[in-house]
């Protein structure tokens, strides 16, 4: 099983900027789906963007232009740059990672969450 630790939340005045990390950690055959969600207060979790194992990303219309997802297959880290910071991209940001692990099993992991918090 694969463990993801984020990094990098905060809180910034709007229109500043943070770099979210997260890294993952134990025994997966591949990590094909890297990806971002959020959840703010009284909303669903939504996505916010994903990268696959060959680089190609999809991104959030509200955050196309602003935020950007990058990984490193030989490290197992995926990063999302956050600039131009709104207050309504306040929300729990979570890591999450799609791969089969040895067994060829699916596994669908989450992160523990960090805090980003945009003030007016």
């Known amino acids: 099983q694969v463990q993801l630790v984020e990094s990098g939340g905060g809180l910034v005045q709007a229109g500043g900027s943070l770099r979210l990390s997260c890294a993952a950690s134990?025994?997966?055959?591949?990590?094909?789906?890297m990806g971002w969600y959020r959840q703010a207060p009284g909303k669903q979790r939504e996505l916010v963007a994903t990268?696959?194992?060959?680089?190609?990303?999809n991104y959030a219309d509200s955050v196309k232009g602003r935020f950007t997802i990058s990984r490193d297959n030989a490290k197992s880290t995926v990063w999302l740059q956050m600039l131009s910071l709104k207050p309504e991209d306040t929300a729990v940001y979570y890591c999450?990672?799609?791969?089969?692990?040895?067994?060829?099993?699916?596994?669908?992991?989450w992160g523990q969450g960090t805090q980003v918090t945009v003030s007016s």
């Open positions: 990268i696959t194992r060959g680089g190609s990303t």
């Open positions: 999450n990672a799609e791969g089969r692990d040895t067994k060829l099993v699916f596994r669908n992991t």
């Open positions: 134990g025994i997966m055959l591949t990590i094909d789906v």
